[in-house]
């Protein structure tokens, strides 16, 4: 404790109130030093521990040696720092005495850092789980840390290159804190990103900040990841930076290398690029890791004819590393070495600007903590586009057709990736023995930079060690001790663990050499010159693997029978590039005869159809023919992906994909669920709703985990909030598990337990809203900037109108136009909004058939709209690829032309819930899709039916058929639901017997309380005054109430049940 017994030493040692960084002593008054004490609240309100206020007493009593040298780095890590963190809940020294796999704290990161030509690394790394989670970076306290300029770049530049976003460089006199968001520069002043700065004597004040953020317990519920969620003041992270430098590299070894060599082609120039700067790449981290000679790369500049001592380097990579990166000799079982790429010509300029930014001063990174997983982050953005040589012979850089359809390439976050590896690989390693499972085969169809493999294979590693630690005499040749409880696998058994169990294919030979760099950097992890040099002079074993016979290149969905369908003498050679068809029977021959594939992993690709149509319409046509999932509508590649992954599954194998939910409501997704549901291979769903696991895209996902066994149940998991489920807390998930019963191939629901009576009571009701009614879809013009203004003025029969395509306002004949709605934008529960809006609509309706007018009539008796068609027809006649020929002025689509001018009921295609109003009249035109508002859908109700359009409104808008829609439909972003078609279709109605008088009575007070509610919709959109206003919320709030009891009461709800729907629509 800080007793007035230490007051003198204090008076004596430190000037409390200066500013921290100043190491100048000076003597005050001991009635001074006790009122800043008390200031500084260092008596009251303690919450550190007794530890950490011995260490504050312990550090002061020796302050002025410690500043002048008298303690190493060393030192104060053991006296100061390890005690610190050890206060924060951290097993610093490993007491617990787990393996390496598991432990909270590693010292000196194993991993060599190059930093001036010499060995250094992280003082301290902090781990979770397997995941690092920062860095610190510990001086003596001579050093002065808070001015120091070097010591702050040498710590951002550790946690930058590792991605992480935080990390502290303290010498326990001061402890910085530094934003690793921001990429740092050599140059920087050390108050830059630097976020928090405590002094040893404000440790006690602060324990409770710096816990919350630095406790092993705060770092477990998510406090780095709540850090990262802010938004960063300036910076670009190392995967963004990494990423633009190799492509500007690739722009510019494609153009020289097509000026220089002017006889290769295409296909050949890619190959060559990726592998020069994969080469490059792959030899610079090794040279950060110690595996080779730090700055190798670099000593090449001074020589001339830079690529034929480049050359001589890889050839020499080649006799020390055995992998295909470096091939160039034939050898025995590894035919078809590169014997392209050494011959080609490339100028030193291009190189030489390639190698200066692999190295400081011109380089932030320190590539031997950046993992492997971030470098697959980078190529998996690097391999969404293609060089392409131009007529003129230019290279061109342009995005493949897959990603231009997609909108880009978004990579699988690593806690999606780590949940599939141990949701399948874990599953089947279950009481499993290491001797046990060496047939088990792991498969990613669809590998793209390797991501779910490089995980999948650490995941290997991890258990493989674990269990040989548990019997270390069994299998003593199998790991080695490098320091007190840090075991590590032998690089040999490392090697075996990949070729055994770790597949992928890939239909990109790109994407494909990519997995394999990844894969073996992952391998050489740990490794030094020293280990590898020792291997080969011992054992005559070079340090990495061959993995061309475990990553293949092909498409997954098409095998030899495609051919069967078209004859190969009729493919060009573009064609059968392109399709690239793979037969796993023979590329997986041994694998295959035993049945399959142990675990398939992955997030397959997602491409409609539609899209895919346009560029390879041979393979679609081929899918359709081969796969019962590509035979129903519209559908999705994921889909297919899905029965193929089942079909590679062995008995008892598991499945693990992420990929969108759509398909458990969509029409195209039938097939496949029935597929899932009769082999009741349904093992789990993690369901994220409109939670967006993919930052950069808006995309709709699960996890679904399927297995080639008969299950009984499956887990189903709703998560609420993706950052409760990453960090284990389950506020905000629901779980629940169902009988394998309760999925076919109708739409898939999943209603809690809670939900699930009145669910099912009213679903089952025999009459649906598509049993009553007709539902169509809004108009589709395919030019609606010309078809649809806005309303400025309106004199005599005509209306001023400002059109979006020509930028200026058109007078416009008023008995030609519609009012013109446009979905959630102005349509409202109970009420339309703000419509502004004016459609053309140039068609007639003669004997209930929509007749487009003619030329001579519409220019007669229209003349200004007329003129302006005429002003926009050049773009109205290319629509439809130029075939509107005569009716170029119509519309593209003509459907449910006559439905529009007769009494319907309206919603929008997307909304918060329940949004239904009512156009009694046949006023309104509304959009079938598109934005600022989205579509919508027209309701009318079929002549057979004798039912009031108000009595129907008053059910669609309820409380109940609210929670029922939310139920049913996709969800959006912002809480949005869908409400189309095929959703509104399904809503229970429930019809009453007119005979009766009860029935009668019921039915008329619907019907009033609507009416009541319509008036007082447009009695608050004429109110002016606030007072107003509010009146009549209050009454249309209780005339909401009493249409929502009688909806309770027409569908037979307990009370119970009620105050259930309720309190979820009140919450």
Not at 735 to 760: A, G, L
Not at 1054 to 1066: G, K, L, N, V
């Amino acid at each position: 404790m800080l007793t007035p017994q230490l007051l003198p030493k204090l008076i004596s040692k430190i000037q409390l109130d200066k500013p921290p960084n100043i190491k100048k002593v000076g003597n005050f008054g001991q009635k001074r030093v006790i009122i800043d004490l008390y200031k500084t609240n260092i008596f009251s309100n303690m919450k550190a521990p007794d530890t950490i206020i011995k260490l504050v007493e312990h550090f002061h009593s020796s302050i002025e040696l410690y500043r002048a040298g008298g303690i190493n780095e060393t030192q104060t890590r053991i006296e100061f720092i390890n005690p610190f963190f050890a206060a924060l809940g951290w097993d610093i020294n490993n007491e617990r005495q787990i393996s390496d796999i598991y432990k909270d704290v590693v010292h000196e990161d194993s991993l060599k850092i190059s930093d001036a030509n010499k060995a250094k690394a992280p003082d301290y790394s902090f781990w979770v789980g397997g995941t690092r989670k920062f860095f610190v970076e510990a001086k003596k306290p001579a050093v002065n840390v808070g001015n120091n300029m070097s010591a702050a770049f040498q710590v951002r530049r550790y946690g930058w290159s590792a991605k992480l976003p935080l990390s502290i460089l303290t010498d326990f006199e001061e402890f910085a804190v530094y934003d690793c968001r921001i990429m740092p520069n050599k140059n920087d002043s050390p108050l830059i990103a630097r976020i928090k700065h405590f002094h040893y004597t404000k440790y006690v004040e602060k324990w409770q900040e710096i816990y919350d953020l630095f406790s092993k317990e705060a770092v477990l519920n998510g406090s780095l990841e709540r850090f990262a969620e802010t938004k960063v003041k300036a910076g670009i992270t190392v995967d963004q930076k990494f990423l633009q430098e190799i492509e500007i590299w690739r722009e510019n070894l494609a153009a020289n290398i097509v000026g220089k060599n002017p006889q290769i082609q295409q296909r050949e120039l890619n190959f060559a690029v990726q592998m020069t700067i994969n080469r490059i790449v792959f030899l610079r981290i090794c040279e950060d890791r110690g595996i080779e000679p730090y700055q190798q790369l670099y000593n090449l500049l001074k020589f001339e004819n830079f690529y034929q001592e480049l050359g001589r380097l890889f050839i020499n990579a080649d006799y020390r590393y055995n992998s295909g990166l470096f091939h160039f000799q034939g050898e025995k079982g590894r035919e078809n070495p590169d014997d392209f790429t050494l011959n080609l010509t490339i100028d030193d300029a291009i190189l030489t600007l390639i190698i200066r930014k692999l190295y400081p001063p011109e380089s932030p990174y320190e590539f031997s903590v950046i993992p492997v997983e971030i470098l697959g982050q980078v190529y998996e953005q690097f391999l969404g586009k293609v060089i392409q040589i131009s007529a003129s012979r230019q290279a061109v850089i342009e995005d493949k057709p897959e990603v231009r359809k997609a909108g880009g390439v978004y990579y699988t976050p690593s806690y999606i990736v780590d949940y599939i590896i141990k949701q399948t690989i874990g599953k089947v390693l279950e009481n499993k023995k290491p001797d046990k499972i060496q047939d088990i085969t792991i498969i990613d169809p669809a590998c793209g930079s390797g991501s779910f493999l490089i995980v999948a294979y650490q995941f290997l590693l991890d258990w493989y060690l674990e269990q040989y630690l548990q019997n270390p005499q069994k299998y003593k040749n199998k790991f080695y001790q490098i320091s007190d409880h840090q075991w590590r696998l032998t690089a040999s058994e490392r090697k075996q663990i990949l070729l055994t169990h770790i597949y992928g294919v890939d239909i990109d030979q790109q994407a494909v050499e990519t997995t394999k760099l990844s894969l073996l950097l992952k391998v050489l992890e740990g490794e030094s010159g020293e280990t590898i040099t020792r291997q080969l002079q011992l054992f005559k074993e070079r340090a990495l693997p061959d993995l061309d016979d475990n990553i293949q290149c092909g498409n997954t969905l098409i095998d030899a029978e495609f051919y069967q369908h078209n004859q190969l003498n009729f493919l060009d050679e573009n064609t059968a590039y392109r399709v690239n068809i793979f037969d796993w029977k023979s590329a997986f021959s041994v694998i295959m005869k035993r049945g399959g594939f142990d675990v398939v992993i992955g997030n397959p690709p997602y491409i409609r159809i539609q899209a895919l149509k346009e560029w390879a319409a041979l393979e679609v046509e081929f899918y359709k023919q081969q796969y019962v999932s590509a035979s129903k509508g519209n559908y999705d590649i994921y889909v297919v992906f899905v029965e193929k992954g089942l079909e590679l599954l062995r008995k008892d194998g598991y499945l693990g994909f992420i990929l969108p939910h759509k398909f458990f409501n969509a029409q195209y997704g039938e097939v496949i669920r029935r597929l899932i549901a009769e082999n009741k291979s349904l093992n789990q769903i993690i369901y994220f709703g409109d939670e967006q696991v993919f930052t950069k895209a808006t995309t709709y996902t699960c996890l679904l985990f399927l297995s080639k066994r008969e299950n009984k149940t499956f887990e189903f998991q709703k998560i609420n909030s993706l950052i409760d489920w990453r960090n284990h807390e389950n506020n905000n998930i629901l779980s629940q598990t169902f009988p394998i019963s309760c999925i076919s191939d109708r739409e898939w629901n999943f209603v809690s337990q809670k939900d699930q009576k009145w669910f099912y009571k009213i679903n089952e009701l025999p009459v649906k809203l598509g049993d009553i009614a007709h539902l169509f879809v809004g108009l589709q013009t395919d030019a609606d900037d010309i078809f649809i203004l806005e309303e400025v003025a309106r004199e005599n029969q005509q209306v001023l109108c400002k059109s979006k395509v020509t930028g200026r306002l058109h007078w416009l004949e008023n008995d030609f136009l519609k009012y013109f709605l446009k979905g959630s934008l102005n349509i409202g529960r109970y009420f339309l909004k703000n419509v502004n809006k004016r459609l053309i609509f140039p068609y007639i309706t003669i004997n209930n058939k929509s007749v487009l007018l003619s030329v001579n009539n519409y220019e007669n008796r229209f003349p200004l709209t007329w003129n302006y068609m005429l002003e926009n027809q050049e773009r109205l006649a290319a629509r439809n690829k130029g075939n509107m020929d005569k009716n170029w002025y119509g519309y593209v689509y003509r459907k449910n032309h006559t439905r529009f001018d007769s009494p319907k009921l309206l919603v929008p295609a997307i909304a918060t819930g329940s949004c239904f109003a009512t156009d009694l009249y046949g006023d309104y035109y509304f959009v079938g899709s598109g934005g600022g508002g989205g579509g919508g859908y027209g309701i009318s109700i079929l002549e057979n039916i004798n039912i009031s359009y108000l009595y129907l409104l008053g059910i669609l808008n309820s409380k109940l058929i609210n929670h029922f829609l939310k139920l049913i439909s996709t969800p959006f972003r912002g809480g949005y639901i869908a409400l189309n078609k095929q959703v509104i279709e399904k809503i229970p109605i429930k019809l009453l017997d007119l005979s009766k008088s009860s029935d009668q009575l019921i039915y008329n007070d619907m019907i009033k309380l609507v009416e009541q509610m319509l008036y007082l919709h447009q009695q608050l959109n004429q109110a002016n005054t606030p007072p107003a206003k509010r009146m009549i919320q209050q009454q249309i709030q209780a005339t909401d109430r009493q249409i929502n009891q009688l909806v309770y009461e027409l569908y037979e709800l307990t009370d119970a049940e009620i105050t259930m729907i309720e309190s979820i629509q009140s919450a």
